[in-house]
Protein backbone atom coordinates (compact mmCIF):
# COMPACT_ATOMS: atom_id res chain seq x y z
CA UNK A 1 0.00 0.00 0.00
CA UNK A 2 2.73 2.54 0.76
CA UNK A 3 4.37 1.79 -2.78
CA UNK A 4 0.94 2.36 -4.08
CA UNK A 5 0.86 5.48 -2.51
CA UNK A 6 3.93 7.05 -3.04
CA UNK A 7 3.28 6.14 -6.42
CA UNK A 8 -0.21 7.84 -6.82
CA UNK A 9 0.97 11.37 -4.98
CA UNK A 10 4.11 11.10 -7.92
CA UNK A 11 0.74 10.72 -10.28
CA UNK A 12 -0.98 13.79 -8.44
CA UNK A 13 2.67 16.39 -8.82
CA UNK A 14 2.43 15.54 -12.78
CA UNK A 15 -0.21 17.76 -14.81
CA UNK A 16 -1.55 15.14 -16.62
CA UNK A 17 -1.56 13.32 -13.95
CA UNK A 18 -3.60 15.40 -11.38
CA UNK A 19 -6.12 16.46 -14.70
CA UNK A 20 -6.40 12.39 -14.73
CA UNK A 21 -7.05 11.62 -11.13
CA UNK A 22 -9.31 15.02 -10.83
CA UNK A 23 -11.74 13.81 -13.74
CA UNK A 24 -12.22 10.67 -12.41
CA UNK A 25 -12.42 11.38 -8.99
CA UNK A 26 -15.27 13.45 -10.18
CA UNK A 27 -17.08 10.26 -12.14
CA UNK A 28 -16.77 8.33 -9.13
CA UNK A 29 -18.73 10.88 -6.79
CA UNK A 30 -21.24 11.07 -9.91
CA UNK A 31 -21.40 7.66 -9.96
CA UNK A 32 -22.33 6.86 -6.48
CA UNK A 33 -24.51 10.27 -5.60
CA UNK A 34 -25.39 11.65 -8.78
CA UNK A 35 -28.61 9.33 -9.10
CA UNK A 36 -29.98 10.01 -5.81
CA UNK A 37 -30.39 14.28 -7.68
CA UNK A 38 -31.32 13.00 -10.86
CA UNK A 39 -34.96 11.52 -12.01
CA UNK A 40 -35.30 7.96 -12.92
CA UNK A 41 -33.37 6.79 -15.99
CA UNK A 42 -36.48 4.65 -16.81
CA UNK A 43 -38.77 7.30 -16.58
CA UNK A 44 -40.47 8.33 -19.86
CA UNK A 45 -41.61 12.18 -19.28
CA UNK A 46 -43.77 12.19 -22.92
CA UNK A 47 -46.13 8.87 -22.90
CA UNK A 48 -48.15 10.58 -25.63
CA UNK A 49 -45.28 11.30 -28.05
CA UNK A 50 -42.23 9.54 -26.86
CA UNK A 51 -40.33 12.26 -28.54
CA UNK A 52 -36.72 13.48 -28.40
CA UNK A 53 -36.20 17.02 -26.78
CA UNK A 54 -33.16 18.90 -27.42
CA UNK A 55 -31.06 19.71 -24.13
CA UNK A 56 -32.42 22.53 -22.19
CA UNK A 57 -32.90 23.84 -18.16
CA UNK A 58 -35.29 20.96 -17.14
CA UNK A 59 -33.17 18.20 -19.48
CA UNK A 60 -29.39 19.65 -19.62
CA UNK A 61 -28.57 16.74 -22.26
CA UNK A 62 -32.11 16.40 -23.98
CA UNK A 63 -34.50 13.58 -23.62
CA UNK A 64 -33.67 10.59 -26.10
CA UNK A 65 -36.04 8.39 -28.74
CA UNK A 66 -38.48 6.88 -25.87
CA UNK A 67 -38.62 9.85 -23.55
CA UNK A 68 -36.08 9.46 -21.52
CA UNK A 69 -33.29 12.18 -19.45
CA UNK A 70 -30.41 11.42 -21.03
CA UNK A 71 -28.18 12.84 -18.22
CA UNK A 72 -29.79 10.31 -15.76
CA UNK A 73 -28.66 7.87 -17.98
CA UNK A 74 -25.34 8.67 -18.74
CA UNK A 75 -24.80 9.20 -15.08
CA UNK A 76 -26.15 5.47 -14.26
CA UNK A 77 -24.51 4.15 -17.51
CA UNK A 78 -20.81 5.84 -15.39
CA UNK A 79 -21.72 2.99 -12.54
CA UNK A 80 -21.95 0.27 -15.37
CA UNK A 81 -19.04 1.51 -16.75
CA UNK A 82 -17.23 1.81 -13.41
CA UNK A 83 -18.46 -1.28 -11.69
CA UNK A 84 -17.61 -3.55 -14.95
CA UNK A 85 -13.91 -2.15 -15.32
CA UNK A 86 -12.96 -2.40 -11.79
CA UNK A 87 -14.09 -5.69 -11.11
CA UNK A 88 -13.09 -6.98 -14.52
CA UNK A 89 -9.87 -5.47 -14.05
CA UNK A 90 -9.44 -6.49 -10.77
CA UNK A 91 -9.73 -10.35 -11.54
CA UNK A 92 -7.64 -10.32 -14.39
CA UNK A 93 -4.94 -8.83 -12.69
CA UNK A 94 -5.19 -11.24 -9.76
CA UNK A 95 -5.22 -14.22 -12.07
CA UNK A 96 -2.63 -12.77 -14.03
CA UNK A 97 -0.63 -12.33 -10.99
CA UNK A 98 -1.05 -15.20 -9.64
CA UNK A 99 0.05 -17.02 -13.26
CA UNK A 100 3.15 -15.21 -13.53
CA UNK A 101 3.90 -15.03 -9.58
CA UNK A 102 4.15 -19.06 -9.96
CA UNK A 103 5.16 -19.10 -13.58
CA UNK A 104 8.36 -16.80 -12.65
CA UNK A 105 9.95 -18.01 -9.44
CA UNK A 106 9.36 -22.06 -9.78
CA UNK A 107 10.25 -22.06 -13.72
CA UNK A 108 11.41 -24.83 -15.23
CA UNK A 109 8.47 -27.46 -16.63
CA UNK A 110 5.63 -25.09 -14.79
CA UNK A 111 6.88 -22.25 -16.41
CA UNK A 112 6.95 -23.69 -19.89
CA UNK A 113 3.65 -25.36 -19.47
CA UNK A 114 1.82 -21.84 -18.28
CA UNK A 115 3.73 -19.93 -21.34
CA UNK A 116 2.59 -22.08 -23.80
CA UNK A 117 -1.06 -21.79 -22.62
CA UNK A 118 -0.56 -17.97 -22.36
CA UNK A 119 0.67 -18.18 -26.00
CA UNK A 120 -1.52 -19.79 -27.14
CA UNK A 121 -4.31 -17.84 -25.53
CA UNK A 122 -2.52 -14.32 -26.86
CA UNK A 123 -2.90 -15.63 -30.22
CA UNK A 124 -6.77 -15.52 -30.17
CA UNK A 125 -8.05 -11.75 -29.88
CA UNK A 126 -10.09 -10.99 -26.96
CA UNK A 127 -12.73 -9.17 -28.85
CA UNK A 128 -13.43 -12.32 -31.23
CA UNK A 129 -13.22 -14.72 -28.37
CA UNK A 130 -15.42 -12.85 -26.45
CA UNK A 131 -18.18 -12.38 -29.28
CA UNK A 132 -18.33 -16.47 -29.66
CA UNK A 133 -19.05 -16.16 -26.40
CA UNK A 134 -21.41 -13.84 -25.92
CA UNK A 135 -23.85 -14.74 -29.35
CA UNK A 136 -24.59 -17.42 -28.42
CA UNK A 137 -27.11 -16.87 -25.24
CA UNK A 138 -29.68 -14.75 -26.21
CA UNK A 139 -28.95 -12.84 -22.73
CA UNK A 140 -25.96 -12.83 -20.63
CA UNK A 141 -26.18 -11.55 -17.04
CA UNK A 142 -24.52 -8.39 -15.95
CA UNK A 143 -22.26 -10.66 -13.44
CA UNK A 144 -21.26 -12.85 -16.26
CA UNK A 145 -19.90 -10.51 -18.57
CA UNK A 146 -17.84 -9.40 -16.01
CA UNK A 147 -16.38 -12.99 -15.57
CA UNK A 148 -15.88 -13.12 -19.03
CA UNK A 149 -14.23 -9.98 -19.53
CA UNK A 150 -11.96 -10.45 -16.16
CA UNK A 151 -10.92 -13.58 -17.16
CA UNK A 152 -9.75 -13.24 -20.65
CA UNK A 153 -7.88 -10.35 -19.79
CA UNK A 154 -4.97 -11.68 -17.62
CA UNK A 155 -2.67 -13.51 -20.12
CA UNK A 156 -0.40 -10.17 -20.95
CA UNK A 157 -0.81 -9.18 -17.90
CA UNK A 158 0.79 -12.73 -16.37
CA UNK A 159 3.81 -12.44 -18.89
CA UNK A 160 4.41 -8.96 -17.39
CA UNK A 161 4.70 -10.37 -13.96
CA UNK A 162 6.76 -13.29 -14.94
CA UNK A 163 9.31 -10.65 -16.76
CA UNK A 164 9.22 -9.14 -13.50
CA UNK A 165 9.66 -11.73 -11.10
CA UNK A 166 12.88 -13.33 -13.22
CA UNK A 167 14.58 -10.19 -12.73
CA UNK A 168 13.49 -9.99 -9.05
CA UNK A 169 14.47 -13.44 -8.40
CA UNK A 170 18.33 -12.70 -9.07
CA UNK A 171 18.20 -9.97 -6.38
CA UNK A 172 19.74 -9.96 -3.05
CA UNK A 173 17.21 -9.46 -0.93
CA UNK A 174 15.54 -12.71 -2.29
CA UNK A 175 18.46 -14.91 -2.34
CA UNK A 176 18.95 -13.74 1.63
CA UNK A 177 15.35 -14.91 2.16
CA UNK A 178 16.07 -18.43 0.71
CA UNK A 179 19.00 -18.26 2.52
CA UNK A 180 17.29 -17.54 6.12
CA UNK A 181 14.98 -20.42 5.57
CA UNK A 182 11.81 -18.07 4.21
CA UNK A 183 8.96 -20.11 2.87
CA UNK A 184 8.27 -19.79 -1.11
CA UNK A 185 4.79 -18.25 -0.36
CA UNK A 186 6.15 -15.99 1.95
CA UNK A 187 8.90 -15.06 -0.65
CA UNK A 188 6.27 -14.62 -3.52
CA UNK A 189 3.78 -12.66 -1.20
CA UNK A 190 6.29 -10.73 0.75
CA UNK A 191 9.23 -9.87 -1.63
CA UNK A 192 7.62 -10.55 -5.30
CA UNK A 193 4.27 -9.14 -5.13
CA UNK A 194 5.26 -6.25 -2.97
CA UNK A 195 7.97 -5.24 -5.48
CA UNK A 196 6.21 -6.30 -8.56
CA UNK A 197 2.94 -3.72 -7.71
CA UNK A 198 3.89 -0.69 -9.51
CA UNK A 199 4.01 -2.39 -12.96
CA UNK A 200 0.84 -4.01 -11.79
CA UNK A 201 -0.68 -0.97 -11.13
CA UNK A 202 -0.11 0.77 -13.79
CA UNK A 203 -1.69 -2.13 -16.19
CA UNK A 204 -4.58 -1.88 -13.77
CA UNK A 205 -4.96 1.63 -14.68
CA UNK A 206 -4.63 1.32 -18.31
CA UNK A 207 -6.58 -1.80 -18.63
CA UNK A 208 -9.86 0.13 -16.77
CA UNK A 209 -9.94 2.36 -19.96
CA UNK A 210 -9.76 -0.55 -22.38
CA UNK A 211 -12.45 -2.79 -20.24
CA UNK A 212 -14.85 0.43 -20.77
CA UNK A 213 -13.73 0.30 -24.22
CA UNK A 214 -14.65 -3.33 -24.53
CA UNK A 215 -17.99 -3.26 -22.39
CA UNK A 216 -19.40 -0.31 -24.74
CA UNK A 217 -17.88 -1.95 -27.96
CA UNK A 218 -19.86 -5.03 -26.92
CA UNK A 219 -22.99 -3.22 -25.55
CA UNK A 220 -22.95 -1.05 -29.17
CA UNK A 221 -23.06 -4.85 -31.05
CA UNK A 222 -25.96 -5.63 -28.21
CA UNK A 223 -23.66 -8.39 -26.76
CA UNK A 224 -23.18 -6.59 -23.56
CA UNK A 225 -24.67 -5.10 -21.05
CA UNK A 226 -28.81 -5.67 -21.75
CA UNK A 227 -31.83 -3.00 -22.07
CA UNK A 228 -33.28 -1.38 -20.02
CA UNK A 229 -30.27 -1.18 -17.89
CA UNK A 230 -28.57 1.94 -18.85
CA UNK A 231 -24.75 1.23 -20.42
CA UNK A 232 -22.82 4.39 -22.28
CA UNK A 233 -22.32 1.74 -25.41
CA UNK A 234 -26.26 1.22 -25.61
CA UNK A 235 -27.33 4.26 -25.40
CA UNK A 236 -24.72 5.30 -28.27
CA UNK A 237 -26.68 2.17 -29.92
CA UNK A 238 -30.16 3.26 -29.40
CA UNK A 239 -29.13 7.07 -30.42
CA UNK A 240 -28.17 5.71 -33.86
CA UNK A 241 -31.72 5.46 -35.04
CA UNK A 242 -32.00 9.10 -34.63
CA UNK A 243 -28.70 10.58 -35.06
CA UNK A 244 -29.89 13.07 -37.31
CA UNK A 245 -32.81 14.34 -35.55
CA UNK A 246 -31.26 14.15 -31.96
CA UNK A 247 -27.47 13.70 -31.94
CA UNK A 248 -27.23 14.35 -28.57
CA UNK A 249 -28.73 11.18 -27.57
CA UNK A 250 -25.25 9.84 -28.88
CA UNK A 251 -22.54 11.96 -28.48
CA UNK A 252 -23.04 12.89 -24.32
CA UNK A 253 -22.57 8.84 -24.33
CA UNK A 254 -19.92 8.85 -26.64
CA UNK A 255 -18.23 12.09 -24.72
CA UNK A 256 -18.10 10.47 -21.72
CA UNK A 257 -16.34 7.28 -23.05
CA UNK A 258 -13.80 9.60 -24.57
CA UNK A 259 -13.26 11.08 -21.66
CA UNK A 260 -12.89 8.41 -18.95
CA UNK A 261 -11.02 6.62 -21.28
CA UNK A 262 -8.44 9.73 -21.59
CA UNK A 263 -8.15 10.15 -17.96
CA UNK A 264 -7.39 6.53 -17.32
CA UNK A 265 -4.71 6.78 -20.09
CA UNK A 266 -2.94 10.26 -18.16
CA UNK A 267 -2.80 8.60 -14.84
CA UNK A 268 -1.18 5.36 -16.06
CA UNK A 269 1.32 6.91 -18.37
CA UNK A 270 2.20 9.31 -14.55
CA UNK A 271 2.05 6.20 -13.14
CA UNK A 272 4.15 4.65 -15.37
CA UNK A 273 6.44 7.60 -15.11
CA UNK A 274 6.50 7.38 -11.33
CA UNK A 275 8.06 3.82 -11.74
CA UNK A 276 10.25 4.30 -14.00
CA UNK A 277 11.98 8.00 -14.35
CA UNK A 278 13.87 7.11 -16.73
CA UNK A 279 10.69 6.73 -19.32
CA UNK A 280 9.82 10.35 -17.64
Keep these: MRIIAEALRTAWGTPRGRAGLMFLGFLVLLALFGPLFLPDPARQFDLDELSTTPPSVEHPFGTDELSRD ?12 LAVAALAVGLSITLGAGVGLVAGYWGGAVDALLMRFVDGALAIP ?50 AAEALGASRRRIILRHLLVNAAGPLLV ?78
Design 70 to 81: VLSRVVNGARIS
Design 126 to 175: RLFLLMIVLVVPDRVPLLALILLIGTTGWFATSRLVRAEVLRLREETFVR
Design 203 to 280: TATLGVGDVILLESGLSFLGLGVQPPTPSWGGMVLDGRAVIEAAPWVSIFPGVAIVLTVLATSLVGDALRDAFDPRGA
